[in-house]
Each structure stands twice: as C-alpha cells, then as structure tokens.
C-alpha cells in the first residue's frame, strides 16, 4: 500500500513539473524575443527595410509629391483632396501618425544596435555594425526632423521609462546628425567583418556605407546654408569624401526575393491615387527632354496630364496619364541617389562661383540610367538613356538649371529631397521651381505646408507634442505659417 501512495506521489510531482514546462514554454514568444537576446547584425535589415519602405517611401513621399508637383494627386481619395488643398486632410494628426510611429520604431531598434556596441555588451568592437546603426539613425533622424522640425530625441526612444519625452529643437538635433555621421565615419574607416548579408543595402561593404555617411552629412550641411553661407567648401569636400569612398548611390533592390514590390508600385496599383503633373511635364518638354517619354504615359487611353489643382481630374479613377516607373514593382527605391550627391557638388560650386558643368552633367546621366532602368515599357517610350550627353549639351550650366535638373531626376522617388530644396530656397529667397497649383493659397491664407504635423500618437498622449501643435482653432495651423529652424523658423 505504501508503494502504491509513494508512486502517486511521485507522478503527481512529474506531471506537476511537466506542466510547468509546458507554460513555461507556452509564455515564451519565440517569434519576439526580446532585444537583448538578438544579435545587433540581425536588426539592420529590418531597419534599412523600414527606412526604405516606410519613411522614405510611404505617406510622407505620396503626399508630398502633390505639394511639390512632381506627381498629380488623383483617385478621389485622400490625394484628391490633397491636390486640391483641402487642409483638413494634411493637417490632421492621423494623417502621417504611421510614418511617424513606423520611424521612431526603426530608430529604437537602431539605437538598442548602438548600445550592444558599447563596452561590455554583446556587440562591442563590431565598428561595421555600429557606424552602419549610426548612419541609418542620421538618415531617419534627419527625415523625421526635415518634415517636422523640433522633434522628441534626446529623451526618447527609451520606450516605457520615458512615455512623455521634451522636444528637441532642430538646431541641436542637426548637431546630433552631425555627431551620429562623425561616429559612423570614424567606425567605418576602422571597419569589419561583421554583418555581412544580414546588410541587405551594400552586403557589408564598409566602403560603400562610408560613402553613405559622407553623402549624408553632404546634404544635411547643405541644408543649413540658409544659417550658415560658409559652409559650402565643406559640402563640397564632403561630397568628394563620399566619391573617393567608391560610393555611386545608395537604393534597394525591391525585387531580389527578400523584399516585396516596389512601394510606389504596390500603391498604384491598388488605389490610382497619383499620376503625371503639368508642372513636371511642361518643364520637359521646354528642353525636349527625352525623359519625358517616360515621365508621361497614356496609360488609360484618356491621355490626361495632370494639371495641379483641377478638380475634375482629381476625382478621376484611372484616367490620368502617369510615369511609366509606377507599373514597374521592379524599381529599387532611393535611399541616396548618385545623382543628388553629384546635384549637391554641383549647386555648392554654383554659389561659389565654380565650374560646375561636369558634375551637373554626372548628375543628369545618372538621372537618365535611373529612368531607363525602372522604365516599364522601354519598347514604346522611345527613351535612349544613351542621349544624354546630346541633351546636356543643350542646357545652361546655372544655378537654376541646376536646381531644375535636380527636381526632375528627383521625380522618381525622392520627393522628400525635392521638397527640401524648394523650402530652402524660398528661405534664400530664390524660386527656381515655379508651383502652379492655383489652390496653394486659400481664403485663409496659405494651403501650401512648410513642414508637416506631428503623429496622432504623439499629439494625444504627449503634452509637450500637443502643446507645440496647439488646440482649438489654431491646431496645426503652424504648418502654413512656420518654416523649420534651417528655412529660417524658430522651431
């Protein structure tokens, strides 16, 4: 009998053990694990994934590209109402709330990849891995802060321990770009081995990251020239760092089995909502740019250009004629191009008084190998990337061509930069890009945005973001009013 008790006894406590296990297995989420358990390398897909896809590519570009008239907003739908400044679209909280919470996400995870680098943590002495986790956080960074201006930084990104972070004004969040691009600098020149395929931008090559940080901090020194017109000899040995470096353009390649279409495909294709603007199309054919083959399509058969602000052809449903890149979810997406780091050398040394004829013809060639490559229906455009040297020929070498130039190899899918540009040099008082949108001024003032609002997540449960948005009345209004601290605003 007392065998019998003792066995019982002892399966009671097997069982009892086993299940244990079993919930303790059950309460792992082996799918999530958490931060400290993962390798920094295997955060960096995700992050270039993320910057690529989300903020480089997603709302912000779409919207934008009506404001900056590179693309017509159409479908009648959001960007409908955004081609015919109806403010209550764009100046709404939720309406970027995902690119703004998808970016802090990527610069969380990129700044826990900074911290497993630091002494005594998982990564450190990995130099690859911490200056590419410092390159990408700059880049995000510097996106995040262009379309918002003050932004939460030095105090955020520390998840629950800090829910309500200050905001930091864009002068000093611009000296962090700056360190974060020395840092990465600095750990690239040292190099290594670390991250290998896991980089799914450059497969681990050093050099070419090295040239990215260079490029960046190129461009973000350029946009202070408004603040500083001194700083241009630095841009420009920037740009010649980023060159030396072997470095010919930052973009992802959509389509290599990893990654899924094209983003600007994939919307088109659902949705219609974007389509060939007047703006860029009447600058084209002003120069008989070749380009404009490919720009301009009568995909539909209604052959319809946009023309900024009509309300009628806003509301169409696959009617207007549109880029032929658009039905090509093949198309790598921009994280720098070669041609803006060869527009950048060229537009410093166009202040400065210097020859900046073959830069700006790198940058133009650049341009029409991007447009031949992502063209969807070479058999039919007619477009021979081949022909630009015979177009470049044709064109002034001035600043303003220059500008110009930019803004059409920008088309693309660099939008954000576009719109960059043309903010900077409103504040320099220059106007080299003419909207035509005749609905950029409303009965209340301006419709055109000089920065875009903060995300509803912030602007809900932060006091310090809601305050600087504002209530009542006057909520978002600031966006028309207020340029950022580099285009001369205070905030």
């Known amino acids: 009998m007392k065998l019998k008790y003792i066995t019982i006894a002892l399966l009671a406590i097997m069982f009892t053990s086993c299940s244990e296990d079993l919930m303790d297995r059950i309460n792992t989420d082996n799918a999530n694990p958490p931060a400290e358990a993962v390798d920094g390398k295997f955060v960096i897909p995700g992050a270039i994934m993320s910057s690529a896809f989300n903020t480089i590519s997603g709302n912000y570009a779409w919207y934008i590209s009506s404001f900056t008239e590179q693309e017509f907003g159409t479908g009648n739908n959001q960007l409908m109402r955004t081609e015919t400044r109806n403010v209550s679209e764009y100046m709404a909280t939720s309406c970027f709330n995902n690119e ?187 120069r008989n740019d070749p380009r404009e083959w490919v720009y301009n399509i009568d995909y539909f058969g209604e052959d319809i250009v946009g023309v900024p602000g ?27 191009s070669k041609s803006e780091l060869y527009f950048i050398l060229a537009e410093a040394k166009a202040r400065l008084g210097q020859d900046a004829s073959e830069d700006m013809a790198t940058a133009i060639e650049a341009s029409f190998e991007d447009y031949a490559y992502c063209d969807a229906y070479p058999e039919y455009t007619e477009f021979d990337p081949g022909t630009a040297a015979e177009y470049i020929a044709t064109l002034p070498v001035t600043l303003k061509e220059i500008m110009v130039q930019k803004y059409l190899a920008q088309c693309r899918d660099e939008q954000i930069e576009a719109y960059n540009d043309i903010r900077r040099c409103k504040a320099l008082g220059e106007e080299h890009i003419t909207l035509t949108n005749p609905k950029n001024n409303g009965s209340t003032g301006s419709t055109w945005p000089l920065r875009l609002p903060y995300g509803s997540s912030d602007v809900t449960s932060n006091p310090n973001v809601s305050a600087a948005f504002g209530t009542g009345n006057e909520a978002g209004r600031y966006i028309f009013t207020e340029p950022v601290w580099w285009a001369g605003g205070s905030r």
Request: charge should be negative; charged fraction near 20%.
């Open 100 to 286: 703004w919470n998808d970016t802090y996400a990527t610069l969380r995870g990129l700044k826990e990849v900074i911290d497993k680098c630091s002494e005594g943590s998982s990564n450190y002495g990995q130099s690859d891995l911490l200056g590419m986790a410092q390159t990408l956080t700059a880049l995000d960074l510097g996106i995040l802060t262009d379309l918002h201006g003050d932004i939460p930084y030095s105090e955020a990104l520390q998840g629950m321990d800090n829910l309500q972070p200050k905001l930091d004004s864009q002068e000093s969040i611009y000296q962090a770009i700056f360190k974060l691009l020395d840092d990465a600098i600095a750990n690239l020149q040292e190099g290594g081995d670390n991250v290998g395929e896991s980089d799914i931008l450059f497969g681990g090559d050093c050099d070419q990251w090295l040239g990215l940080a260079y490029a960046l901090k190129a461009r973000y020194k350029l946009h202070t020239y408004f603040r500083n017109r001194n700083v241009l000899p630095e841009v420009i040995n920037l740009a010649n760092a980023a060159i030396e470096a072997g470095f010919d353009g930052a973009q992802l390649d959509v389509f290599n089995g990893v990654t899924a279409d094209n983003p600007w495909s994939a919307y088109w294709w659902s949705r219609y909502y974007t389509g060939s603007s007047t703006t860029v199309d009447d600058l084209m054919l002003e």
């Open 310 to 336: 009509d309300a009628a052809a806003a509301k169409l449903v696959q009617a207007v004629n549109c880029p032929t890149w658009l039905d090509n979810g093949a198309s790598p997406i921009h994280v720098f």
